[in-house]
């Protein structure tokens, strides 16, 4: 007698059954909101489960005290200010005690300074967070099409943490055993940083950090030769917008009417707040973080050697206006919302331990370790960012022009979360 046959099938029944009543599959609450007219699938759907947690983790924090602006400067106090030198003692005492909370609420001070010598630049925490100050400054300085009025400080993306928990780095893993001639383009595989589908899993590279074209919509109904996009970028800008999706918690309808995800004048505003996001994204990582790479250590880089880089989940962290929208700013307007010296230090000469002072490329330094002037450009670590904040979507293809993308933009800004594309 087989005897396990009926203990099998008893046993997997009790399981059918306690996967449905017991295992959390079921559907979760979900709250439905029209934003388009009647009809036209215009929905935003979300878990109001998942909504508890989120409104949990995204309070702002006060700041330590208000900070009065009158009084000496930082630049005559102290050694070795070289972007915040305009900020009053208590102002700067202040915004110290903030970035503490921010980054390094555990260790502390000590977290980025030696404290036997505040002013040396030593450790390469300070390093780091000096050019994350002139980054933060660009953000709300140059992007205001992006971040508006709320704008971003640490906070936005560190949250009490030294690593931000949304990042990305150059994802190939894993590789084939075949090595080059297998070659499965990216896919089939969990693409992490695209929604954990299986498309193309290294898409942010291209889009997020250089700027490859976002478009793969043919205008007319038969092939006219002139749009040559295929399968391969369809399926690459669709796992970018998974990304995009999932760092705001959100579906394609914020910001697509699917009956044409390339027509502008049919999009909802968000879609063009979302047009400056890339580019912001894009001037972040070309201009800050890479060139960041020589001062972080090995575990703070990916498998592949390169430094962990901002998406859009970097400061949304799940929801459609980073901490809702609330201003964190406002109360840091002299260290964050205007920019000071933008001159960068050539980081290659880092070395940590040693540096007692970084100083901008060109300019001679009494106490650098390592001779920081040479020929370098500062520019040359930097590609300039391809457009200015305000600019129209110029690199648009003649054939779909975002003739409304302009004219949308100043209420990109301004309306809260539920606002219906005007109609
Ligand atoms: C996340 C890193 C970080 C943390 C944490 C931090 N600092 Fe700083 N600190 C900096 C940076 C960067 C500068 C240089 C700013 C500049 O060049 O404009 C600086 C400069 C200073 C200076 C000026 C030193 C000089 O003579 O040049 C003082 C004083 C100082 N910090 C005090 C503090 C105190 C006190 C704390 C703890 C409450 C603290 N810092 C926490 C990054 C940090
Ligand atoms: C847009 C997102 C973003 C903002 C805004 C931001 N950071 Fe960062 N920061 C990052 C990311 C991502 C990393 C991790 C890079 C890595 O490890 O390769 C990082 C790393 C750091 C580190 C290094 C931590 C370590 O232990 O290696 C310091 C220090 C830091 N940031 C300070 C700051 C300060 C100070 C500010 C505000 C003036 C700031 N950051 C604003 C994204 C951000
Ligand atoms: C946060 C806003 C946002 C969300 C959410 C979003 N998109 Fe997009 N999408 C954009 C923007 C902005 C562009 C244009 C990018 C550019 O030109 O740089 C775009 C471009 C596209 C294109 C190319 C259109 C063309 O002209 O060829 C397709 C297709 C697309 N999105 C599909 C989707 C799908 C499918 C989803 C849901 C999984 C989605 N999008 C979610 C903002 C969004
Ligand atoms: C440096 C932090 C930061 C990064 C990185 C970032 N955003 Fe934003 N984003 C913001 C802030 C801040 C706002 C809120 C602006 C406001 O309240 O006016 C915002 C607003 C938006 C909105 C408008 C939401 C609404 O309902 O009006 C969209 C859409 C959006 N972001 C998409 C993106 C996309 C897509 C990316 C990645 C390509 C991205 N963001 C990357 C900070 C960021």
């Known amino acids: 007698m087989k005897l396990w046959i009926p203990f099998a099938i008893s046993a997997g029944s009790l399981l059918t059954i306690a996967s449905f009543v017991g295992a959390g599959w079921d559907a979760p609450p979900v709250e439905s909101t029209q934003i388009g007219f ?27 005290w208000q900070a009065d602006p009158a009084g000496d400067k930082a630049r005559d106090l102290y050694e070795n200010v070289q972007v915040l030198g305009d900020l009053s003692d208590d102002q700067f005492n202040q915004f110290m005690a903030s970035i503490t909370e921010w980054i390094s609420p555990e260790a502390g001070c000590n977290y980025c300074h030696n404290p036997e010598n505040l002013a040396s630049d030593e450790v390469y925490q300070k390093v780091v967070a000096r050019r994350m100050i002139q980054m933060t400054q ?13 704008g971003a400080t640490c906070y936005t993306c560190h ?44 898409v942010l590279k291209d889009y997020l950090l250089d700027a490859k074209q976002i478009r793969v919509h043919s205008t007319t109904a038969l092939p006219t030769g002139t749009n040559l996009t295929g399968t391969k970028q369809t399926e690459a800008t669709w796992s970018l917008m998974m990304h995009m999706s999932e760092s705001l918690g ?4 914020t910001c697509h009417n699917s009956r044409a995800f390339n027509a502008w004048d ?36 990916g498998p592949e050697g390169d430094t962990f880089k901002v998406g859009c989940a970097s400061c949304h962290a799940g929801v459609q206006k980073p901490l809702y929208g609330v201003s964190m700013l406002q109360d840091y307007v002299d260290a964050l919302g205007k920019k000071g010296p933008t001159e960068v230090p050539d980081f290659t000469t880092y070395q940590p331990g040693t540096t007692q002072r970084m100083a901008a490329a060109g300019a001679a330094s009494p106490t650098a370790v390592s001779p920081a002037a040479t020929a370098n450009d500062p520019a040359t670590a930097s590609p300039p960012s391809e457009t200015p904040a305000a600019s129209p979507p110029a690199e648009t293809p003649a ?22 594309p005007a109609n």
């Open 266 to 301: 049919e999009s909802p505003p968000q879609r063009v707040t979302a047009w400056h996001g890339i580019r912001m994204t894009r001037d972040i990582n070309a201009n800050y973080m890479v060139g960041l790479t020589p001062v972080f250590p090995e575990h703070r880089k």
């Open 38 to 64: 009647r009809g036209t699938g215009m929905y935003i759907h979300r878990d109001v489960e998942k909504q508890e947690a989120l409104k949990v983790a995204n309070v702002v924090p006060p700041a330590p």
């Open 138 to 150: 660009a953000i709300n300085v140059d992007w205001s099409a992006h971040v508006g009025q709320a």
């Open 159 to 202: 949250r009490g943490q030294a690593i931000p928990a949304n990042y990305w780095y150059e994802d190939l893993a894993p590789k084939p055993a075949g090595g080059m001639t297998q070659n499965r383009a990216g896919q089939n595989v969990v693409a992490k940083f695209g929604g954990n589908s299986s498309l193309p899993q290294n």
């Open 399 to 420: 054939a779909t022009p975002p003739t409304d993308a302009p004219a949308a933009e100043p209420p990109a800004a301004a309306p809260p979360a539920a606002t219906p």
């Open 250 to 253: 959100v579906n394609c309808t």
